[in-house]
């Protein structure tokens, strides 16, 4: 199975690979630093097998792509079930990611303080 880097080289498998396994072949810098990857561009988990030929972007924070996927899918879902625990009954909304970060509206049975 072959795998195209953005940078035009190619990387050749057994079988199936993971995301994960793209990046780690690459370098532990870039595995320590990956978020997801993009394959024939679409994004995936970096757990997904990749099981045919592709083109193959890893996304890390550094990327747009990656920034978001950091920013919703890791750190929103953090906070999430951070507020879920701290304050159970309280009602999560929307959480969507915005120009420069991400937010959640939140319900609390009872006003938050700065101690909390």
Known sequence: MQITLPDGSIKTFDGP???AQVAESIGPG???AAVAIAVNGHEQDLS???TD???VSILTVRDEAGLDVMRHTIAAQV???ATREL???S???IGPTVA???YYDVEFSSAITDDD
């Open 30 to 32: 870039l595995f320590k």
């Open 79 to 81: 906070l999430a079930r």
């Open 87 to 89: 304050f159970p009954g």
């Open 17 to 19: 690979i993971t995301g």
């Open 53 to 55: 030929d592709a083109a």
């Open 91 to 93: 009602k999560l909304a």
């Open 100 to 102: 420069n970060g991400f």
């Open 48 to 50: 997904e097998p990749i």
